[in-house]
């Protein structure tokens, strides 16, 4: 527990960067052998054209995939402060990562409890293990931060931002 509370801390710390440069507050690290070897946050959630591509998790597993000296995947950790969306889970279970540890819950996109037995094969065979809410209340902070500046019209008004907000 208190080595997933320490890498979740570096994914807040990405986090806390997105969110000062107004985007989506959502930071992500891959650990291979208690070390981060790859990290990434959100990027594209705001301007005149934003985009749902690049999640903080894809950023993290471009990173990963670019390492010099590959690693096995299914010994690696990644942590988000959001749990991935379906997208990015996909791309989690595509990529080998053996586990997700997630801080807080995506009530509107989550893609962890999808059913992977109702899936391709291809699917099926690689979900990571879970980990839910280290750091939760860190992470919430900072999505209320987020939904509760004007300015940041990404996802305003969704089930995500009322669902943060009422806590």
Same mark, same amino acid.
């Given at each position: 527990m208190k080595q997933h509370k320490q890498y979740m801390s570096t994914a807040l710390d990405?986090?806390?960067?997105?969110?000062?440069?107004?985007?989506?507050?959502?930071?992500?690290?891959?650990?291979?052998?208690?070390?981060?070897?790859?990290?990434?946050?959100?990027?594209? $959630?705001?301007?005149?054209?934003?985009?749902?591509?690049?999640?903080?998790?894809?950023?993290?597993?471009?990173?990963?995939? $670019?390492?010099?000296?590959?690693?096995?995947?299914?010994?690696?950790?990644?942590?988000?402060?959001?749990?991935?969306?379906?997208?990015?889970?996909?791309?989690?279970?595509? $990529?080998?990562?053996?586990?997700?540890?997630?801080?807080?819950?995506?009530?509107?996109?989550?893609?962890?409890n999808c059913d992977c037995t109702a899936l391709n094969p291809l699917y099926r065979a690689r979900k990571p293990r879970v980990v839910k809410s280290i750091l939760r209340a860190e992470s919430l902070a900072l999505f209320q931060q987020f939904f509760n500046q004007p300015e940041n019209i990404y996802w305003q008004n969704s089930l995500l931002a009322r669902y943060t907000l009422n806590q």
């Open positions: 990405h986090a806390s960067k997105a969110l000062a440069v107004g985007e989506f507050p959502v930071g992500c690290v891959v650990v291979y052998d208690k070390r981060i070897v790859a990290a990434g946050a959100r990027r594209g $959630s705001t301007g005149t054209r934003p985009n749902e591509l690049d999640h903080a998790e894809m950023v993290a597993l471009r990173n990963f995939a $670019s390492l010099e000296t590959p690693v096995d995947a299914s010994q690696a950790t990644l942590y988000c402060t959001m749990e991935p969306c379906l997208m990015c889970f996909s791309a989690i279970m595509l $990529s080998g990562i053996g586990q997700v540890v997630y801080a807080y819950e995506d009530v509107m996109g989550g893609g962890t």
